[in-house]
């Protein structure tokens, strides 16, 4: 089943709202939940659901199409892109721990050889 968001969108909540397109500017698209995203994935995966079919009814729908299809495809990404950063974090700091060490052991050794001399 599809939800059928349009007479909700009508009124005054979404299209009537002022603020509108400030809200989609800075909508928290890092802390989306998986249940917007599944809510919203039927209509993404919905072939009348592309801005050019949807520009023939409305400019400005097209542009909240985009948004949403937009917001879909960076759900994904962060979510394929997430546990990659996390790992690269994590060899960054090993990696900076083991030229941290490898320094203090250069330190070390260059007193050694300076007690030899």
């Not at 050019?52 to 909240?64: F, L, P």
């Amino acid at each position: 089943k599809v939800d059928d968001f349009w007479e909700p969108a009508k009124g005054k909540d979404i299209l009537g709202d002022p603020r509108l397109l400030e809200r989609l500017i800075h909508y928290d698209k890092d802390n989306m939940s998986d249940a917007v995203v599944s809510k919203v994935t039927p209509m993404y995966d919905d072939p009348n659901f592309e801005p050019d079919a949807i520009k023939k009814a409305s400019i400005a729908a097209m542009g909240i199409c985009k948004w949403v299809r937009a917001m879909v495809v960076y759900d994904r990404v962060a979510k394929e892109v997430g546990p990659k950063k996390a790992k690269l974090a994590a060899a960054t700091k090993e990696k900076s721990d083991a030229e941290e060490l490898l320094e203090s052991k250069k330190a070390e050794l260059a007193e050694v050889i300076a007690l030899v001399d």
